[in-house]
């Protein structure tokens, strides 16, 4: 069992940057794809960013691209997202994800993340 924790959420002016985290407590942390997803009130769960387990691959929705960065750290079980010049519309909970035998396209086109964290909240005031 794969046991996923995020953090860095917080409150920020359009226009500003965050950077969560996600530790992840498995040693074979290396194996999965690792993504982030987000839901806003009333919406559903959606899709934000992916990497693969080497770090060779990045996927982003369209939403995010160019202001969103996604990276990892395997030597510390950790996956980060760097997001700049946020909008009120990034307002969500997000939620960091792990999927084995995934690429980071396959990720972010038909996900099936095996293992989930609980979510950090991000506001964006306008």
């Known amino acids: 069992q794969v046991h996923l924790v995020e953090s860095g959420g917080g409150s920020v002016q359009a226009g500003g940057s965050l950077r969560l985290s996600c530790v992840a407590s498995a040693g074979t942390f290396d194996r999965y794809a690792m993504g982030w997803f987000r839901q806003a009130p009333g919406k559903e769960r959606e899709f934000v960013a992916a990497i693969s387990w080497g770090s060779t691959a990045t996927y982003y929705a369209d939403s995010v691209k160019g202001r969103f960065t996604i990276s990892r750290d395997n030597a510390k079980n950790t996956v980060y997202l760097q997001m700049a010049r946020l909008e009120v519309e990034d307002t969500a909970i997000y939620y960091c994800?792990?999927?084995?035998?995934?690429?980071?396209?396959?990720?972010?086109?038909?996900?099936?993340?095996?293992?989930w964290g609980r979510g950090t909240q991000v506001t964006v005031s306008s």
């Open positions: 994800a792990a999927e084995g035998l995934a690429t980071a396209q396959s990720m972010g086109i038909n996900p099936r993340p095996n293992h």
